[in-house]
């Protein structure tokens, strides 16, 4: 008998889960970020995460956010998900940072 282990695809469940309610991902913000937002003051959308490369490749930040207050404020927000011991996230979240800013500009 074969036995095969599955994969679990922890950075899909984590962003399936902050996916499912802008009352939690507002929350959650707010506790992160030590802000004080009001789910019913702002608007978050999920914004792009993928980058294109100078050599054509694409690269995926985990999530962005951005919230739109009444007083049409934009604030933009980036989650990763570290589900490794990798000690390049800092390097990893710089470049997505780079990369959303050079989009918004």
């Given at each position: 008998m074969n036995k095969t282990k599955e994969k679990v695809k922890l950075d899909e469940i984590l962003k399936y889960l902050f996916s499912t309610s802008n009352k939690v991902l507002v929350k959650l913000l707010n506790a992160i970020f030590e802000?004080?937002?009001?789910?019913?003051?702002?608007?978050?959308t999920?914004?792009?995460?993928?980058?294109?490369?100078?050599?054509?490749g694409v690269?995926?930040?985990d999530m962005f956010f951005d919230i739109l207050k009444r007083d049409n404020n934009k604030i933009s927000y980036h989650l990763e998900?570290?589900?490794?011991?990798?000690?390049?996230?800092?390097?990893?979240m710089f470049e997505y940072g780079f990369k959303k800013a050079k989009e918004n500009s």
């Open positions: 802000e004080d937002f009001k789910e019913n003051e702002v608007n978050l999920v914004s792009n995460n993928e980058f294109i490369e100078d050599t054509l690269i995926r930040g998900f570290q589900t490794k011991n990798d000690n390049t996230m800092v390097i990893r």
